[in-house]
């Protein structure tokens, strides 16, 4: 993992475990790296992984048992898929639209786009 210095370490890990429950190689009900393993995988200091575990706690997709670890939640997925929507509509999508103006693209040039998705996904779903 290469860090971008615009964003925390700690929230680039919880984006990183994020997008491992999304593509479901981490799923509900599995138990996480431990913080020291983490920590060691990321080569970053333990108390940046703790606090990427809090982080990930304190908004329910992961669930601490304690002297045991923590586990992805039942409702992990959705959460970071409603976390993830909300971040896409907020920060990226305005710069999309911004540049789709720029390029003067046209709903011809964005349907190719979404018909060459939705194709994608028919695809993987067989």
């Known amino acids: 993992m290469e860090f971008q210095s615009s964003k925390g370490i700690f929230l680039q890990i919880a ?5 491992q429950i999304l593509d479901r190689q981490l799923k509900p009900g599995d138990r996480v790296p431990s913080i020291r393993d983490l920590a060691a995988e990321f080569e ?7 606090r990427t575990y809090a ?6 997709i992961f ?3 304690r ?12 959460l ?7 971040n896409f509509f907020e920060r990226e999508l305005p710069g999309f639209i911004q540049k789709v103006k720029l390029l003067k693209l046209t709903s011809s040039d964005l349907g190719d786009l979404l018909q060459e998705i939705k194709n994608n ?3 993987e779903n067989k």
């Open 80 to 86: 970071v898929r409603s976390n993830e929507k909300k």
């Open 121 to 123: 996904e028919n695809h």
């Open 67 to 78: 002297g045991v670890g923590f586990f992805i939640s039942k409702n992990a997925v959705t």
């Open 15 to 19: 984006d990183n475990l994020c997008h």
């Open 63 to 65: 669930d601490n048992k």
């Open 44 to 50: 970053v200091n333990r108390n940046t992984v703790m």
């Open 55 to 60: 982080i990930l706690h304190e908004s329910g």
